[in-house]
């Protein structure tokens, strides 16, 4: 099992840009893909972005242009920087991990197993 801690997010207005973290211990292994995930109040839990392999990049059409997702393997660490951030961003992000590996990910939450706890992103206009 894999645990995972995301941090960094908060309260920003619109424009504005926020750089959440997570953290993975355990049986985390790199090649494995890994994603973060957000949930709406009132909506269902929709990917946002996910990293394979090898490093290659999947992204929401919403959010295509603005969010960077990128790993740092030697501190077991996913990142997800967001910009140019918009009210339709706020959610709680989750970030998670596959028992997939591969260069192609997939932003498709099934395919995923273990979960942070989430971190709140509110988005002012």
């Known amino acids: 099992q894999v645990q995972l801690v995301e941090s960094g997010g908060g309260s920003v207005q619109a424009g504005g840009s926020l750089r959440l973290s997570c953290e993975a211990s355990?049986?985390?292994?790199?090649?494995?893909?890994m994603g973060w995930f957000r949930q709406a109040p009132g909506k269902e839990r929709e990917g946002v972005a996910c990293i394979g392999s090898d490093g290659s990049t999947r992204y929401v059409d919403s959010v295509k242009g603005r969010f960077t997702i990128s790993k740092d393997n030697a501190k077991n660490t996913l990142y997800l920087e967001m910009n140019s951030l918009k009210a339709d961003d706020t959610a709680i992000y989750f970030c998670a991990t596959s028992r997939w590996s591969g260069n192609y990910c997939f932003t498709v939450a099934s395919y995923f197993v273990d979960w942070g706890q989430g971190t709140q992103v509110t988005v002012s206009s």
């Open positions: 355990g049986s985390y292994y790199s090649r494995y893909w």
